[in-house]
């Protein structure tokens, strides 16, 4: 009975999460490379050249951005999994521009991916990774923040805005 409430007080300190955004990421990439694959529809409205260039700025620098995010947390020692406890309020380096800093990355390396392609259905297929994160991850993350951190994630968040 004991390890049960353990499990159960875990399970409450955490955004409870368990689906992991890299792997929704992934999925809908894959989905999209897919239809391009089966249904070959170019993104024609701008020139390859300028299309490449582009999706290497936006793709690189979403990377970046990512990986910058995802290092503050593993420097501070706080966890990444969606599904595990929050050690630590992050609010230094990129999170002071982005509470979710890994998202808004990920976002824009998927996108770049999708331009250097000149995959419409790659680009198109963000559309569900989008939503799940707006309207599925990023709640649970801050009803799960505002819990755990109270009135010092609320001033984080009138401070900081959600994406960008």
């Not at 409450?12 to 955004?21: F, K, N, T, Y």
């Not at 230094?92 to 990355?105: A, C, D, E, T």
């Not at 790659?122 to 991850?137: D, I, N, R, T, W």
Request: proline share 6%; charged share 15%; hydrophobic share 50%.
């Amino acid at each position: 009975m004991a390890l049960a409430a353990v499990a159960n007080n875990f399970e409450q300190d955490s955004p409870g999460v368990d689906i992991m955004p890299p792997m929704i990421f992934y999925t809908c990439l894959a989905f999209g490379a897919v239809l391009d694959f089966f249904m070959p529809h170019d993104f024609a409205l701008l020139s390859r050249p300028l299309r490449i260039l582009l999706g290497l700025g936006l793709g690189g620098a979403g990377f970046t951005l990512m990986m910058m995010a995802h290092e503050k947390f593993k420097r501070i020692g706080t966890n990444v999994p969606t599904n595990l406890p929050a050690t630590t309020l992050v609010v230094h380096g990129v999170y002071r521009f982005s509470r979710n800093p890994m998202y808004v990355g990920g976002s824009a390396f998927f996108l770049g991916i999708g331009l250097v392609a000149g995959s419409f259905w790659m680009m198109a297929s963000y559309l569900p990774l989008g939503l799940y994160l707006s309207f599925y991850v990023i709640p649970r993350e801050e009803a799960y923040m505002n819990r755990k951190y109270g009135d010092a994630y609320r001033t984080y968040s009138r401070q900081v805005r959600r994406w960008l």
